[in-house]
């Protein structure tokens, strides 16, 4: 901080200007529209666009390392709509006249967020050995995933809305513990989780390795191949648990959860300075990069953009915020 | 003796394959069907009620052999479909229409290649419709189904001993959770459900109307946003669908406020809502009987009788009083 | 021109003075540069010495000696250009018999052997296939057939990891394609083959461990960098260089493989660095070093092995080797 401002004197103001763009930006939203409309401020907004982010988080953190091996996983979406799905089914209310499975014993939520994180883990096990074994660049492999994902997922759920959940189920998006919406405990502890594995293991180190320069990570005697294959899996773990939660969020789930929720995750991480060129990228920037997003979408609703217009102007931030973002990078040379 | 049997398998062919022409074999009937997308509740609750309907009417003698199509929303993907279905000389098409502004052009294909078409769900101009005496339309009045949502709400605020105005300024502040943009029935039920209390006299108030584009979590993410801009205020709320409307009923919940809320489709979880007490009601678009008289169109045209251009099914409304019949 | 001769043979190099010659009799100006002084003195009219990014002087060629431009460049006396050898051979520590590529027009039945505490120099003309060799060595390429002993037991090396794990270690020639981590830091760059041993409580890494290890190295090998957080792509190639050798350093290898270590370092670090070469084989580890210098394979070598068109040519030792006999050897099968 003291960095920062010591950093404000003088020439060094541009520099720090374009370094910190994100933050500044970041603040301009809000400083903006609670001028327009003070109920920006509210309590009750600031906890929607936390809570809204708590997800979305989850599923950028997931992404990171995929984009930082200079990967991809278009994936993704769809991936956090089976995590959906499957919390969704598995958790109805006993007397709900729809029930999915009629006669299917109350099941524990914990037992079942660990049923749909394994199961998307292992769906990101098989992105995973695609790229790494076969080969397939991450681009077309998460793709063509994607596709069968959504087929399955369609078949799964017969195409019929989810709903009737669980209390219990639900709690996990409504409750609060010390009066924190237990959705951000989530998100915080998963942030720090990834802070974790990013910065202080050998696997977060071979990450910026292979994505800094793939063919000396190999000479260096990094296993790339399983590797790659964990980053994947991990990937997996977290969409599921997004979409678990999205699913007691809105107390429903459709198979079409979660639909190009991949390209927004992958903008917020880029927003947030994971470099497309790879083996660059912070925790906290991937955080602020979401929360961009999430601001800026609540405060285009709060100057009453119509909707439509909406699309241009999120398209546009993400385009100028990149392009100031990068230069950090185009410059040093 | 050789010229003379070459003669006389030469005659065999011919007359043979004179014979062959004239007893045409009886194969299945071939119907086409070609919906918009199939990851639509209502749509596939349709089209699963075509297939055992029209399975529910096979005889001995008449086969029914049913391709469904996805259009995946997009109608350069609907059309390649539609021309795979001509090549393969169906019999008859059912066409949900992707993009109205096609329907043009597909009835000039159809025309031309002389297989008579039902279009559901999504009416084509009066104009488009006129070009061929082979076509026809099944659907629901987009416009009731805002018409009984409107009607809804009416009852609920000229109800004895109504709470609904909380204010007590005796206008109703309202929310609506639009449906995609490209969709005439967004329009339509956004449309007619206000002008349905405003042609009853109430006086209303538009706080907040934005797109949650049919979905259940976007539903709750746009309430949530509206309550934290307009809280108390809101008296009611509107959804152009039940997915909607329950991602709504979600948002309040967490809010712990208690709100009518109106939903279209009488999906099972809207009913479930409404034994809850949660969802105020609903609007039925009858997929079974529309399924049911778009398939009787398409067999009557298939046959060979002249038929209307347009034929209604109505929609009906589900309140708490008749939502158990539903389930 | 930057460095256009780091390629070419001495022929090759011939007819390029030619065409420069013709150039400047057009009246094209040339920039030529180069850390090869025989050339520079050969090929200029003016001289201009840099170092560590700040400008020294300008000289005419003709008043420049060989002495004179080291002193600028390194900006002290250096008698020696090469320490002292103090090493002595010992047992055999490395062997490859028979080493084939699947690439027919690649490296063929190629066998020899290495000695602990030997430096036993590669040399050879551009596309002998000696770098490809020891990529096959190092389970980089595919092996068609051959054999490979590490302190007498036969070995299987199928991959990069499983070389680092037998104790090889391979410097490449391609700094920027496949030696350095460019965005990442001087730290991460020197610790990224050695991290099992920074590992506590199972999967944790110690990373004030990792910053003391940059740091000793950084002292240990003069690498000029403003702190261990520096990105390693600012540093200068002869510092990058020394951060790659500090990385392999750190895994303690028994066999360095080093190629061309020296190519595009100013003469200063050249020495640093055959200094380095000779501190590890005192240890008794085994240095082999690819390199088309002929000076530096004569002056650090124990023996010289050369390779012409994938094939072995000829293993000199360093009593009887020389200029003549290695260029030899390098064209024998032309």
């Known amino acids: 901080m003291k960095k920062f401002l010591n950093n404000l004197k003088g020439p060094n103001l541009k520099n720090t200007l374009v370094d910190n763009a994100m933050y500044l930006i970041l603040l301009s939203i809000l400083v903006l529209v609670s001028i327009v409309q003070p109920l920006f401020l509210s309590t009750n907004n600031l906890t929607n666009i936390l809570m809204n982010s708590s997800i979305r988080i989850l599923i950028a953190l997931g992404v990171s390392g995929a984009l930082i091996t200079r990967g991809t996983d278009l994936s993704a979406g769809r991936i956090v709509g089976v995590g959906a799905v499957i919390g969704g089914t598995l958790l109805q209310r006993p007397d709900y006249a729809a029930k999915f499975f009629p006669g299917l014993a109350d099941m524990p939520v914990l037992g079942i967020l660990l049923l749909a ?42 195409s019929q809305p989810i709903g ?66 964990r980053v994947y899996i991990l990937a997996g773990l977290f969409y599921g648990l997004a979409g678990f939660l999205l699913a007691a969020k809105s107390g429903g789930a459709t198979a079409n959860y979660g639909i190009g929720y991949e390209l927004e995750a992958i903008a917020a991480c880029t927003i947030g300075g994971v470099s497309t060129a790879g083996g660059v990228g912070k925790i906290q920037g991937i955080v602020s990069g979401v929360l961009v997003f999430e601001m800026l979408k609540t405060s285009l609703q709060f100057l009453r953009v119509p909707s439509d217009l909406q699309y241009v102007a999120i398209g546009t931030v993400i385009v100028i915020a990149v392009a100031i973002d990068i230069r950090k990078y185009l410059a040093k040379k | ?68 199509t996805d259009g995946k929303n997009d109608q350069a993907t609907q059309t390649e479909q539609i021309d795979s279905f001509i090549a393969q000389d169906y019999d008859v098409l059912v066409i949900n229409l992707v993009d109205l502004t096609a329907a043009g052009a597909i009835i000039a294909k ?167 007490g949660d969802l105020a009601g609903t609007v039925l678009n009858d997929s079974v009987g529309q399924a049911h008289t778009s398939v009787d169109k398409a067999l009557a045209l298939l046959k060979g009788d002249t038929l209307e251009k347009e034929y209604w099914v109505p929609y009906v409304k589900v309140t708490p009083e008749n939502f158990e019949d539903f389930k | 021109m930057d460095e256009p001769t780091s ?209 000793t190295n950084i002292k240990k090998l003069s690498i000029k960098t403003p702190s261990t957080k520096t990105k390693i792509q600012s540093l200068s190639g002869g510092n990058q260089q020394k951060v790659i050798i500090s990385r392999w350093l750190a895994v303690n290898p028994d066999i360095f493989i080093l190629d061309e270590p020296t190519r595009g370092i100013d003469v200063g670090a050249k020495y640093e660095i055959y200094s380095i070469m000779l501190d590890l084989a005192n240890q008794g580890k085994t240095i082999i070093m690819i390199s088309s210098e002929m000076s530096e394979l004569l002056g650090i070598s124990d023996r010289i092995m050369v390779m012409c068109e994938g094939r072995l040519s000829g293993i000199l030792d360093r009593s009887e080797a020389n200029q003549e006999k290695i260029m030899a050897l390098a064209t024998a099968y032309m």
């Open chain 1, 117 to 158: 994180v394994t199961i998307t883990a292992l769906i990101g096990l098989v992105n995973g050995l695609v790229i790494s074994y076969l080969h397939v660049p991450p681009f077309i492999a998460t793709l063509g995933m994607q596709s069968i994902l959504y087929g399955l997922s369609l078949i799964y759920t017969k």
């Open chain 1, 164 to 229: 009737g959940l669980k209390d219990d189920y639900t709690y996990l998006a409504t409750g609060r513990i010390l009066n924190i919406p237990i959705l951000i405990l989530i998100a915080i502890a998963m942030i720090g989780v990834m802070w974790f594995l990013l910065n202080m293991t050998k696997f977060g180190k071979y990450i910026y390795a292979i994505g800094g320069n793939e063919s000396a990570a190999e000479v260096a005697g990094v296993n790339i191949k399983w590797t790659k294959i």
């Open chain 2, 1 to 68: 003796m050789k010229k003379f049997l070459l003669l006389v398998a030469l005659t065999a062919l011919v007359l043979g394959s004179f014979t062959a022409c004239t007893a045409k074999p009886k194969g299945p009937v071939k119907v086409g069907i070609a919906i918009y997308k199939f990851d639509d509740t209502f749509m596939t609750n349709y089209r699963t009620e075509m297939e055992t309907y029209l399975k529910s009417l096979e005889t001995t003698e008449t086969k029914y052999e049913i391709t469904i």
């Open chain 2, 110 to 276: 159809v025309k031309a290649a002389g297989i008579p078409t039902v279009f559901i769900n999504r009416q084509p101009s009066t104009a488009d419709m006129a070009l061929w005496d082979k076509i026809t339309y099944v659907g629901a009045k987009a416009e009731d189904s805002g018409t009984y949502q409107g009607e809804i709400a009416l009852d609920l605020w000229n109800a004895a001993g109504s709470t609904m105005d909380k204010n007590g300024d005796g206008i109703l502040q309202y929310v609506m959770l639009m449906g995609q943009a490209i969709h005439q029935d967004a329009a339509l039920r956004t449309e007619y459900s206000i002008k349905k209390l405003v042609d009853a006299g109430v006086k209303v108030e538009k706080l907040f109307e934005e797109r949650a584009n049919w979905n259940r979590d976007e539903g709750q993410v746009q309430m949530a946003s509206a309550i934290a801009q307009y809280g108390d205020k809101i008296e009611v709320v509107f959804g152009n669908n039940d997915d909607m409307a329950l991602g709504a009923i979600q948002a309040l919940k967490a809010a712990t406020m208690v709100v009518p809320v109106i939903g279209v489709d009488a999906t099972a979880p809207a009913l479930d809502s409404i034994g809850l």
């Open chain 3, 7 to 215: 390629s070419l043979t001495q022929s090759e190099v011939n007819q390029l003075f030619e065409i420069i010659n013709a150039l400047k009799n057009l009246g094209v100006s040339i920039i030529y540069i180069s850390h090869k002084m025989e050339e520079i003195l050969k090929i200029s009219d003016e001289v201009t010495i840099m170092r560590d990014g700040k400008y020294i002087g300008t000289w005419l060629a003709k008043e420049l000696t060989m002495e004179k431009i080291i002193k600028s460049m390194v900006g002290r006396e250096l008698v020696n250009l090469y320490p002292p050898k103090t090493n002595t051979p010992g047992e055999v520590s490395f062997e490859v018999k028979d080493l084939t590529s699947t690439n027919p027009k690649s490296f063929k039945n190629v066998s020899f052997s290495t000695h602990r505490g030997e430096i036993f120099g590669i040399g050879g003309l551009v596309g002998a296939q000696r770098t490809e060799l020891v990529e096959g060595i190092f389970g980089l390429r595919s092996i068609k057939s051959g054999e490979i002993y590490l302190h007498n037991k036969k070995i299987e090396i199928k991959q990069p990891h499983s070389a680092v794990k037998h104790g090889l270690a391979l410097v490449t020639e391609d700094r920027r394609g496949n030696g350095i981590f460019g965005v990442l830091s001087v730290r991460d760059n020197v610790a990224v083959a050695s991290l099992d041993d920074f590992v506590q409580f199972h999967f944790m890494l110690n990373n004030a461990k990792l910053n003391q290890l940059a740091e």
